[in-house]
C-alpha cells in the first residue's frame, strides 16, 4: 500500500504599503491646512480691528525701501528719546514713541538700511521723529515741497521749489511766506530735539549761453543763512546751528535733471553723534542764546 502523499500548502502574505486607505499621511497634510487656514482667518479678524493707521504702519514696515515719504508735516505725539543725553535741546526732549503709520508717497525709510555709524538709540530716535512729520495735516497742501530722508550725518528735512511755488523770491534770499510757514512748523519741531543742525542752500543749473548774472555760490548761501536768521529769531537757540553751507548746484536733488526746480531747496539736518565736532560734545548741553 503506497504512502499518502502529504499535502503542500503555500500562503500567500499580502503587504499593504504605507498609506493606502487607512494610511496617516493624509491627516498630517490636513491638519497643516486647518492650521494655515486658522492663521488666515486670524490674520483676516487681527485686520478687521486694527485702526487704519496701524495697518499703514506694518504696511511700511514689510515695504523695502530707501527713504522716507515726501509728505511731511509735523504732529507730537513722540519726540526724542530720553536716552539721549548730549546736543542741545536735550532738557527739553519728549519721551519716545513711535508713531507707526502715515499715507505716504514717493520714498521711504528702512531703518534696516540706514546709514551704520549710527547708533539704535539715534535710529530710533529720527524714525520717532518722521513718523511724527508725517501725520501732520498742517503741511499737506506742502507735501510736494518737502522731502525727509537720512544720510550719513542725520536726518535732513529739505524744503524745495515745485511749479508756480517757488521758496524764495526770484534771484533773491526773500522768503516767501508759504516758505516761512514751513520753517516755522519745522523750527519748533526741530527745538525739541537733542540735536545740532546744519542748514544747506542748493540752486538749480543754467543751461549754457544764460547769463543771469548771478553768483549761485552766494545766493545759495544766503539762502541758507536767512533760514538760520529766521529760525534763531524767534523759534529755536541760536546755539542750535553748527554749519551753514552754499553748495551752488553741485549737488541736485535730481541728477537726471540738473536744471529742475526741486533742486532749489534748502536742506536742515538734524545731526548725529558722528557729524559733530569734538568741540560741539564738550559744550553744555543747553547753550545760552
Known sequence: MMAKQQQIIIKKIKKVQGGGHHGGAWKVAYADFVTAMMAFFLLLWLISVSDKATLQGVAQYFTPTESISDKAGLGFDGGADANIEKGTGAPNAASSSLIYGSPSKGHRVDSARMPSN??????????????????????????????????????????????????????????????????????????????????????????????????FWNISADRANEVRKFMTQKLIDKGQVVKIIGLSDREPFDPKDPFGIKNIRVGITLLNEASITAYQKSVPTKIGS
Not at 119 to 124: C, K, Q, V
Not at 174 to 197: F, G, H, R, W
Request: no cysteine; glycine share 4%; net charge negative.
Open 118 to 215: 549710527m547708533s539704535d538709540i539715534e535710529r530710533d530716535h529720527f524714525i520717532s521723529i518722521m513718523n511724527s512729520i508725517q501725520q501732520s495735516s498742517e503741511l499737506k497742501s506742502f507735501a510736494d515741497n518737502i522731502q525727509i530722508d537720512i544720510t550719513n550725518e542725520g536726518l535732513r528735512i529739505q524744503i524745495m521749489d515745485s511749479d508756480n511755488r517757488p521758496m524764495f523770491k526770484p534771484n533773491t534770499a526773500d522768503l516767501q511766506p508759504y516758505m516761512e510757514k514751513i520753517i516755522t512748523i519745522i523750527a519748533k519741531m526741530v527745538s525739541t530735539q537733542p540735536n545740532y543742525i546744519s542748514i544747506s542752500g542748493h540752486t538749480a543749473s543754467v543751461k549754457a549761453g544764460s547769463d543771469t548774472g548771478i553768483d
